[in-house]
């Protein structure tokens, strides 16, 4: 049986955790209202755009040669892992790298073989990971979460956008955490590169007779790359919200972990104490017999 000044060492020392993971709770819950707030803004923004564009391109006369949705054989592709910077969030890196894991060995494998698959790593924790690995990555971008905005993640998805041009990717993937509520986060896939049909069975595509200016060419082949590049923007306020979600319910859970941890020590502390009176006393009486008899 420990004695009671480790029991003791031990309550203070899981108060005190007890205590930090409340803290972190509590800014991950405020973090997390300022995430939300950004990505429920831009959902309805980035389904709108992919209406417009939809209904646009619907258009009968429309003659636009659009780059990005060529497609070829996959010799060389390009898979954007997105991670948080920081830890203590549960599985939600993990489970990214599992998800690469997977793609890799389910669609990639060959590719990874021949040593032309690249991995464009966002977030400290994906850096960090896949720069230990012996992989081709791209790392310019990885500190986007350090300040978050659309002008600095718009160069990474040019980077992605121009390779994919230039035929230095064939293919282009999204692996990230979608927000779903606090206590939920939807690990996807998503085709970035080559662009697929854009089909929403819910609303078809309206042909209206639009008045077009400059011209309905040049208005498409104006929408796609900004449609493009705000589903890239979208995945990292998707993974951003996600990871404030999930910091949030490891630290919950931690500190439920840390409270019922207390109660063990406590009563461990109790009897411990208890069991030492105990003894003193029988030490006394045994004593006290000792000393009748003579």
């Not at 003791?8 to 509590?26: D, F, G, L, P, Y």
């Not at 894991?101 to 990639?108: D, F, I, N, P, Q």
């Not at 986007?144 to 282009?172: C, Q, W």
């Not at 939807?186 to 008045?211: F, G």
């Amino acid at each position: 049986m420990p004695s009671l000044k480790e029991v003791k060492s031990r309550i203070a020392s899981v108060t005190s955790t007890q205590q930090i993971t409340k803290a972190m709770k509590m800014v991950a819950a405020a973090k997390l209202r300022k995430a939300q707030e950004r990505i429920l803004r831009m959902r309805p923004y980035s389904k709108k755009l992919s209406t417009i564009l939809q209904n646009v391109s619907s258009g009968t006369d429309l003659d636009v040669v659009n780059p990005f949705a060529e497609e070829r054989p996959v010799e060389r592709a390009l898979i954007v892992a997105i991670t948080s910077d920081k830890g203590l969030c549960g599985p939600f890196n993990s489970n990214v790298f599992k998800a690469v894991s997977a793609l890799v060995e389910s669609r990639y494998q060959q590719v990874s073989d021949s040593g032309k698959l690249t991995i464009m790593p966002i977030g400290k924790r994906a850096v960090e990971f896949y720069h230990k690995r012996n992989r081709n990555n791209v790392e310019d971008f990885g500190m986007l979460f350090s300040s978050l905005n659309f002008s600095n993640v718009r160069e990474a998805a040019e980077h992605a956008m121009d390779g994919f041009v230039d035929g230095n990717y064939d293919r282009v993937e999204l692996v990230y955490n979608e927000f779903k509520n606090v206590a939920t986060q939807n690990l996807r896939t998503d085709q970035l590169l080559p662009m697929l049909p854009q089909v929403d069975e819910e609303q078809k595509p309206v042909v209206t007779d639009y008045i077009y200016e400059p011209s309905m060419a040049e208005i498409v082949e104006e929408l796609i790359p900004k449609s493009l590049k705000l589903k890239f923007f979208t995945a990292l306020l998707e993974s951003n919200a996600s990871e404030h979600g999930a910091r949030m319910t490891a630290m919950d859970k931690a500190t439920d972990n840390a409270g019922e941890l207390l109660k063990e020590l406590k009563l461990t502390y109790n009897r411990t104490r208890q069991a030492a009176i105990t003894k003193e006393i029988l030490e006394i009486v045994a004593g006290a017999e000792a000393l009748s008899s003579n």
